[in-house]
């Protein structure tokens, strides 16, 4: 499902990724950890292309796209990519002047170019899913962080992407307001949505993850199963990182 080769991007002088190479199978749940700094949100910004790397491949599915000096993607294949990605960040994003079905249904509506009425019905579907249909009228300054968190994650789902990519969806909220969000992810993971999540909650990683990988100063140290890796690594760095994070 996502191939990605010699993956680098820099901010000026600053080499944020030095060259990432990981493959993930379709209706696998992948968990990136490691310490802050190591590149873990800029890795998902650039499979989303919302930071543009500047060397490397990456492929989702039948889509690849080529990085370089002299090989930038058109527009057209950006978008194509994009639309196979959806995107769930630590603040939410909301548009605060739409109501929650608003949210949902403006990406059908702008970028799929579907009828109000099927966007609304889809919409109202996805909300049931996440356990927010009575919310449906609602604004997001309305509803708690768990709340919006999910009208998030049902949007992401919205456009049918192959791929969703979830950057620290628990960072901002209490335990018992995460325990909601970790529940609707947990059920995505479970009915086969392939995802990708950079987290600092080490017992979501142990009870979804298919594959974990641990990123320090913009490289893959380690990778392996939640057993390998959290309970089982001789990596003394990862062993440090563990030490630290408190669930």
């Not at 950006?78 to 079905?101: A, C, D, S």
């Not at 109202?124 to 919310?135: I, P, Q, R, S, Y």
Request: hydrophobic share 40%; with cysteine.
């Amino acid at each position: 499902m996502i191939n990605i080769k010699n993956l680098h991007k820099s901010f000026g002088d600053n080499e944020i990724l030095k060259g990432i190479d990981l493959r993930i199978a379709k209706g696998e749940t992948t968990i990136v950890i490691g310490p802050s700094g190591s590149g873990k949100t800029t890795l998902l910004r650039c499979i989303n292309l919302l930071e543009m790397p500047n060397k490397g491949t990456i492929s989702i599915g039948d889509n690849k796209l080529v990085f370089g000096e002299n090989k930038m993607p058109t527009e057209k294949e950006i978008l194509t990519l994009r639309r196979n990605t959806g995107m769930v960040f630590q603040g939410f994003h909301l548009f605060p002047h739409m109501t929650v079905v608003g949210n949902i249904m403006e990406g059908l509506t702008t970028v799929l170019k579907q009828s109000k009425k099927v966007a609304h019905d889809k919409a109202l579907k996805l909300l049931e899913k996440v356990g927010l249909l009575e919310k449906c009228n609602s604004y997001p300054h309305e509803l708690s962080g768990g709340q919006q968190q999910r009208v998030a994650i049902a949007r992401a789902m919205a456009i049918e992407p192959s791929v969703l990519l979830f950057d620290e969806p628990t960072s901002a909220l209490d335990p018992e307001l995460a325990a909601e969000v970790l529940k609707v992810m947990k059920e995505l993971s479970l009915e086969g949505m392939t995802m990708v999540v950079v987290t600092h909650n080490m017992s979501f990683a142990r009870d979804v993850a298919d594959n974990i990988i641990f990123m320090d100063n913009g490289l893959i140290i380690d990778k392996g199963t939640p057993q390998q890796l959290l309970s089982n690594t001789t990596n003394v760095r990862i062993k440090q990182f563990l030490n630290l994070v408190s669930d």
